[in-house]
């Protein structure tokens, strides 16, 4: 299958400071990206979805200046937690998807710990 | 909007046994049914899935089923192997118009754990 390299894989960093992730996907054109969040033994809840060279489009509830996306190119998105708290602790995982294909390939995750 | 069920939330079975786990769906627009494993830290990892227009589909010791009409799909794993034990994910998606698909819905997971 498509390989999606998402990092970093875990992330330490004090309340207050803003991490960013990056997903790349490394052997297909991504035109589509989606952001997800994962608590412990939960089910995925997608937090927002991006296309390649527009606006991201948030899921309800999900704020939209915290979790900044951008897609500037087809084989790059980023995802920062600007003004990390505890509570933004949890499971990050992308997703990639190429344009017309149904098919959905994971990144790896990034676990966030913010202390 | 759509809505996936998935049973059991554990399963524990014998190496050698086989595993199902089902998905309930409740759109009936929906026309896509992946199947994801995910290992613990791990992203999840797509194992197969299935169109709407196609009833059954089989890859080696994995298969899925799906009743459009019941709007239920299920994974099928046979002669389970300890390497099989993860969280089961199903998920649905629809074909948004051209060639457009949207996002995935996906059930809450399957803990599989096959003792050797």
């Known amino acids: 299958g498509a390989v999606v390299s998402q990092h970093p894989s875990w992330v330490i960093c004090k309340s207050g400071t803003s991490v960013k992730i990056e997903c790349r996907s490394l052997?297909?054109?991504?035109?589509?990206m989606f952001w997800y969040r994962q608590f412990p033994k939960q089910s995925l809840m997608l937090m927002a979805t991006?296309?390649?060279?527009?606006?991201?489009?948030?899921e309800q509830g999900v704020e939209k200046d915290k979790f900044l996306i951008n897609h500037a190119s087809l084989t790059l998105s980023t995802l920062t937690v600007t003004s990390a708290h505890p509570e933004d602790s949890s499971f990050y995982i992308c997703?990639?998807?190429?344009?017309?294909?149904?098919?959905?390939?994971f990144g790896s995750g990034t676990q966030l710990s913010v202390l | 909007g759509e809505n996936v069920e998935q049973h059991p939330s554990t399963l524990s079975v014998q190496e050698g046994d086989s595993a199902v786990i089902k998905c309930t769906y409740s759109?009936?627009?929906?026309?896509?049914f992946p199947w994801y494993k995910q290992e613990l830290g791990k992203g999840p990892q797509l194992i197969i899935d299935?169109?709407?227009?196609?009833g059954e589909k089989k890859d080696q010791r994995i298969a899925v089923t799906l009743n459009k009409t019941a709007k239920h799909f299920s994974l099928h794993i046979t002669e389970t192997q300890p390497e099989d034990s993860a969280v089961y994910f199903c998920?649905?998606?629809?074909?948004?118009?051209?060639?457009?698909?949207?996002?995935?819905?996906f059930g809450q997971g399957t803990i599989l754990t096959v003792h050797p």
């Open positions: 997703s990639a998807r190429f344009r017309g294909r149904e098919k959905l390939f």
């Open positions: 052997d297909f054109q991504a035109t589509t």
């Open positions: 991006s296309n390649e060279g527009s606006k991201a489009t948030y």
């Open positions: 759109d009936s627009a929906s026309n896509y």
């Open positions: 299935i169109r709407s227009n196609v």
């Open positions: 998920a649905t998606g629809i074909r948004a118009g051209g060639t457009s698909y949207g996002k995935l819905t």
